[in-house]
C-alpha cells in the first residue's frame, strides 16, 4: 500500500520557520519524484519544490525560492520541507506527492502539472498568522 504521510505542520509567525516532513513507503522511491504542493482557500493547487534522490535534482517554484529547501533522507524515505522567512501567502494546505521520475526535468515538469502525479498525502495546514 502506497504512503505519503506529512508532519510538521501548524501555525507559526510571519517571518518564522517550519520544517514539513513526508515519510513515504509502499513504492520505489528512487523511481520517482517527491513533491510538495499546496493550496490556499480559492486558489487552485500549485507546486512548491520537487525533489528526485537518484539524480538529485531539485526544482523550487519561484515564489519559494530562497525562502524553502526541499531534501531527503533516502534511509527513511523521507522528504523535508524547510520553510523559511515565511509569508502570510504561505497560508495553505500543503501536500505531499509522488509521480514516476520519466526524465531529468520531471521534477520541474511535474511542478507546473500537479494533476499529473501518481500518489497524494492527505494534506497538512499551515497558518502564517499575521
Known amino acids: 500500500e502506497v504512503q505519503l504521510v506529512e508532519s510538521g505542520g501548524g501555525l507559526v509567525q510571519i517571518g518564522g520557520s517550519l520544517r514539513l516532513s513526508c515519510a513515504a513507503s509502499?513504492?520505489?522511491?528512487?523511481?520517482?519524484?517527491v513533491g510538495w504542493f499546496r493550496q490556499a482557500p480559492g486558489k487552485e493547487r500549485e507546486g512548491v519544490a520537487s525533489?528526485?534522490?537518484?539524480?538529485?535534482?531539485?526544482y523550487y517554484a519561484d515564489s519559494v525560492k530562497g525562502r524553502f529547501a526541499i531534501s531527503s533522507d533516502n534511509a527513511k524515505n523521507t522528504v523535508y520541507l524547510q520553510m523559511n522567512s515565511v509569508e502570510p501567502e504561505d497560508t495553505a494546505v500543503y501536500y505531499c506527492?509522488?509521480?514516476?521520475?520519466?526524465?531529468?526535468?520531471?521534477?520541474?515538469?511535474?511542478?507546473?502539472?500537479?494533476?499529473?502525479?501518481?500518489?497524494w498525502g492527505q494534506g497538512i495546514q499551515v497558518t502564517v498568522a499575521s
Open positions: 506527492a509522488a509521480g514516476r521520475r520519466w526524465t531529468a526535468y520531471s521534477g520541474s515538469y511535474y511542478l507546473s502539472h500537479p494533476h499529473e502525479l501518481e500518489f
Open positions: 509502499g513504492f520505489a522511491f528512487d523511481d520517482y519524484v
Open positions: 525533489y528526485s534522490s537518484n539524480l538529485g535534482s531539485i
